[in-house]
């Protein structure tokens, strides 16, 4: 346990005071706890750590607005809606330190995520979907976290869709990752390292506020997440991709902006 954030109630404070970002981490790191209470702070900020980097310790925070909230809320809850009756677990915003064979402390977490059961109902263990929305985020600032998904997970994160709002537009982005092919090779743990995130799917979504009522454009057709990557297995009878249709994100879309 670090030695600058003071404890207030024994080895796993509930309460900890502020003194620095860098031993703040490590006492979320080692706690067994799902809260802490932060003193001796300046004034209340409500955010969440979404992105850590011990090698170059750049920290990117998450300010959970209710644009960026339903930007990917609205797309995982449809998510949701067509899976309940299958086995599959809800993660969240867990927040998932780096795998084998990255150096340091790092740390990772998307804004929703999930994966099968039983195969990713244990403690720690990476979902198969992340969804990442971004706001005043860059699109070169998700496409960078989209790859540490994939890397610091030991490629156990298996789509990641990211969400962009730039205030004219949605741009909805479907990456997963493919190996590189290699007449004769083997599939192995050392050769999975060599797999690179390809976009499968760029749809984007528009408003047009001259019609009444207000209606939105979707282009590139459907959303369409594969059963195989998220299930970790093919689908049985009366299972398959799970599709959001274009009257589903005409909808979401309209959710979005609600929020503007």
Known sequence: MPTSVESKQGDDPGTVRFTNVQDLLNVTDYTSRDSLTVTSTEQYRKFRICDYDSNSRVLIITIPTGLHEQLH???????????????????????????????????????????????????????????????????????ISMQRLFSMSNHEVKIVVLAKFDGTKIL????????????????????????????????????????????????????????????????????GDIVFSVQELEEYAEDVWAQV
């Open 73 to 143: 809320k609205g797309l995982y809850n449809e998510h949701i809606r067509q899976v309940h009756k299958r086995s599959w677990r809800d993660i969240g915003s867990e927040t998932f330190l780096a795998q084998q064979g990255h150096s340091g402390r790092s740390s990772k977490e998307g804004d929703s995520t999930g994966g099968p059961k039983p195969e990713r109902a244990a403690k720690g263990a990476w979902p198969t979907l992340v969804i990442e929305a971004g706001v005043s985020q860059t699109l070169g600032q998700l496409h």
């Open 172 to 239: 909805l982005e479907k990456w997963e990752e493919e190996m590189p092919v290699c007449p004769g090779a083997t599939t192995t743990r050392r050769s999975l390292q060599h797999q690179q995130p390809v976009l499968r799917q760029s749809i984007t979504i528009t408003q047009n506020a001259t019609t009444n009522p207000i209606s939105y454009n979707v282009t590139r057709s459907a959303l369409v997440l594969s059963f195989q990557l998220l299930f970790l297995r093919d689908p049985g009878p009366g299972e």
